[in-house]
T-cell receptor, first 116, second 113 residues
Framework: GAGVSQSPSNKVTEKGKDVELRCDPI?????LYWYRQSLGQGLEFLIY????????KSGLPSDRFSAERTGGSVSTLTIQRTQQEDSAVYLC??????????????FGAGTRLSVL | GNSVTQMEGPVTLSEEAFLTINCTYT??????LFWYVQYPGEGLQLLLK?????DKGSNKGFEATYRKETTSFHLEKGSVQVSDSAVYFC????????????FGTGTRLLVSP
């Protein structure tokens, strides 16, 4: 597609359930990023993929969070045993490469997760 | 570590007023600097960027100059419009290693007719 696509756009879940969030980057973009936007923490980095590998997972807040990327394209962010503090907007971005300063990150519209 | 500080909002202006949103940063080396904008109900969009000291980024009437001596990247626009109402985020990436964005807290701009 023309831009970064994320699904679902909204997700409501019960505390303790697992959720999967999907990101479809711009075709040809090798770098993919997940960020989280929450009221208390602002916009924070979660994980970075270059191709299918994740050289930087430093932002994942706990071991309940994991992510994978397959075929150098689609990525899935999984949150296990969701907690109320996981409620946030999860943003995905992609860029042509991850290590060139001039590469611009293009963002999807995000998935709004609400944990009841 | 790297960090970005921007002025708290909301900033409330009348149409055609002059806008300044302050942004300062802390980083090692020479980061790249960005302003992203988030319109209501939409995703983040890059507004402008600067990759080295004294560079001026500009787009849609907005400007920001990379000032290394004051570690600042203030956003300005000479005459705002109602359609500029949005949340503005200042951000940086390191020029070494992977290009994860470090964001400021965002500043909401409200422009009234």
């Amino acid at each position: 597609g023309a831009g970064v696509s994320q699904s679902p756009s909204n997700k409501v879940t019960e505390k303790g359930k697992d959720v999967e969030l999907r990101c479809d980057p711009i075709s040809g973009h090798t770098a993919l990023y997940w960020y989280r936007q929450s009221l208390g923490q602002g916009l924070e980095f979660l994980i970075y993929f270059q191709g299918n590998s994740a050289p930087d997972k430093s932002g994942l807040p706990s071991d309940r969070f994991s992510a994978e990327r397959t075929g150098g394209s689609v990525s899935t962010l999984t949150i296990q045993r969701t907690q109320q503090e996981d409620s946030a907007v999860y943003l995905c971005a992609s860029s042509l490469e991850g290590v060139q300063a001039k590469n611009i990150q293009y963002f999807g519209a995000g998935t709004r997760l609400s944990v009841l | 570590g790297n960090s970005v500080t921007q002025m708290e909002g909301p900033v409330t202006l009348s149409e055609e007023a002059f806008l300044t949103i302050n942004c300062t940063y802390t980083a090692t080396g020479y980061p790249s600097l960005f302003w992203y904008v988030q319109y209501p109900g939409e995703g983040l969009q890059l507004l402008l960027k600067a990759t080295k000291a004294d560079d001026k980024g500009s787009n849609k009437g907005f400007e920001a100059t990379y000032r290394k001596e004051t570690t600042s990247f203030h956003l300005e626009k000479g005459s705002v419009q109602v359609s500029d109402s949005a949340v503005y985020f200042c951000a940086l990436t390191s020029n070494t290693g992977f290009q994860k964005l470090v964001f400021g807290t965002g500043t909401r701009l409200l422009v009234s007719p």
